[in-house]
């Protein structure tokens, strides 16, 4: 049995653009217009992560930048995930 889930060719084009960069990981997509104050998903389809069991009961921090033309500077801050 594999531990991959096999994806269908709309939910792999669905998927934002994932570039690996040093120790950094870019994920890219272009929401198109958002509104002052209105919520909006930041992607479209869920954003995964693969970790191994050694993972298991641990804590990770995800810090993130989120860049828009209208904004002056990145809106910027941390997720925290417990596996």
């Known amino acids: 049995m594999s531990e991959y889930t096999a994806?269908?060719?709309t939910e792999l084009?669905?998927?934002?653009?994932?570039n690996v960069n040093n120790n950094r990981v870019q994920v890219t997509c272009?929401?198109?217009?958002?509104l002052p104050n209105a919520p909006l998903?930041?992607?479209?389809?869920?954003?995964?992560?693969c970790v191994g069991s050694a993972l298991a009961g641990r804590k990770?921090?995800?810090?993130?930048?989120?860049?828009?033309?209208?904004?002056?500077?990145?809106?910027?801050?941390?997720?925290?995930?417990?596996?």
């Open 7 to 9: 994806r269908s060719a």
């Open 13 to 18: 084009a669905d998927y934002p653009s994932v």
């Open 30 to 34: 272009i929401p198109g217009t958002v």
């Open 41 to 49: 998903p930041a992607f479209s389809t869920p954003l995964r992560i």
């Open 60 to 83: 990770i921090a995800i810090h993130y930048s989120l860049f828009g033309r209208n904004l002056r500077k990145p809106a910027t801050g941390r997720l925290r995930l417990i596996f």
